[in-house]
C-alpha cells in the first residue's frame, strides 16, 4: 500500500505549522483567500493558524501578531498583503522564517501569488468595447490598494490600444453604498453607456443607480463587475464580472511556501494566475442613436 509522504518538518515538529497573517476583514477577495489557504492546509494535513490585524497601518499591531505567531513555532507565513502598508508585515519577520505573499505589490521581494488585476482589467474592458460602446467608464476602488490600481491601469491599457481617450476615473469604496453614490453621477451623464466597476458591490451600486434614473441595464447601460461573488449569477440580470479562482490560489501559496521549508537556496518564485471572464445578463451590444 502506498502511503502519503511525511511533509517537511520544523523545530523538531512532525507537522509543520503554517501560520497566516491577514487583514480582519470581510471584503470577499481578502476573505475568499484566507479561507482558501485554510481550505488548501485542510487537504494537505497540515494545521494552519490564522492571525488578523484590524488593519495594517498599526505596526505595533502588526508586529505584536508576527511575535506570537513565530512564538507559536509556526514553520513560515503566508502573508495576505492586498494594501500598501502590508509591508510592515513583512519587516517584522524574522530573519530566516520562510515567508509566502499572496496579493503582494509587483516589485514584492518574497515569494507571491496574485490574481492578474491588470489582464481583469483588460478582460472586463476589453469585452465592453467589444460590444460597440464608445468608452468606457471605470469605477475604481481605493487607491492603496494594489489590485485597485492594477484593475485600473488595464482599464486604461484597453482604452489606449482602441484609441480611445479614458474618461476621468470615478472612485469608490469596496461598498455597494459606495458604487450607489458614485453611479448617481454616472447616471446623470447620457454618454455613459458602459460601466466598469472594480468589484462586484461596486457594480451592484452602480445598478442600481441606473435603475432608478430610469435607464436600464443592459439595454442603457452595460455592466461588468469583478470578482464573480456568490450571488451575482443570481441577481437580475445577472452580472457579467470577471472570476477570480482564489482556490487555486490558496493552493499556490502553500506550496510555494513548503517548497522553501529544509530548502537550503530559497528563491523568489512568484505565480501569476489568469482571471476568467463571466459573461451574463449585465452587458448587450450598445444602441446606436
Do not use: K
Amino acid at each position: 500500500m502506498r502511503t502519503r509522504p511525511a511533509p517537511p518538518t520544523s523545530r523538531g515538529s512532525a507537522t509543520p505549522v503554517i501560520g497566516v497573517v491577514a487583514q480582519n476583514t470581510t471584503l470577499y477577495g481578502p476573505a475568499s483567500m484566507v479561507q482558501a489557504i485554510g481550505d488548501a492546509g485542510l487537504d494537505a494535513d497540515l494545521p494552519v493558524t490564522v492571525g488578523h490585524v484590524c488593519g495594517y497601518d498599526s505596526t505595533a499591531a502588526t508586529r505584536r501578531l508576527v511575535v506570537r505567531l513565530t512564538g507559536q513555532g509556526v514553520a513560515g507565513l503566508i502573508v495576505v498583503a492586498p494594501v500598501d502598508a502590508a509591508a510592515a508585515v513583512l519587516d517584522a519577520v524574522p530573519t530566516g522564517m520562510p515567508v509566502v505573499t499572496v496579493d503582494g505589490p509587483p516589485s514584492c521581494p518574497t515569494p507571491n501569488v496574485s490574481i492578474d488585476q491588470h489582464a481583469g482589467g483588460l478582460l472586463a474592458t476589453r469585452h465592453l468595447l467589444a460590444n460597440g460602446h464608445r468608452t468606457v467608464w471605470h469605477v475604481a476602488g481605493p487607491e492603496q490598494w494594489h489590485g485597485s490600481r492594477a484593475r485600473e491601469a488595464g482599464w486604461r491599457a484597453a482604452l489606449a490600444e482602441a484609441g480611445v481617450p479614458a474618461p476621468p476615473t470615478v472612485r469608490a469604496e469596496w461598498s455597494a453604498a459606495s458604487g450607489y453614490r458614485c453611479g448617481r453621477l454616472l447616471a446623470e451623464n447620457p454618454s455613459c453607456t458602459a460601466v466598469f466597476a472594480a468589484n462586484d458591490d461596486i457594480a451592484l451600486g452602480v445598478m442600481r443607480a441606473m435603475t432608478e434614473r430610469g435607464r436600464r441595464i443592459p439595454e442603457d447601460v452595460s455592466v461588468v463587475g469583478f470578482d464573480d461573488v456568490p450571488e451575482a449569477g443570481y441577481i437580475n440580470p445577472a452580472l457579467t464580472t470577471v472570476r477570480q479562482e482564489f482556490a487555486d490560489v490558496g493552493r499556490e501559496a502553500l506550496r510555494l511556501l513548503l517548497s522553501q521549508l529544509g530548502a537550503a537556496n530559497r528563491e523568489a518564485e512568484s505565480v501569476r494566475l489568469e482571471p476568467v471572464l463571466m459573461t451574463r445578463g449585465t452587458v448587450s451590444a450598445a444602441l446606436r442613436v
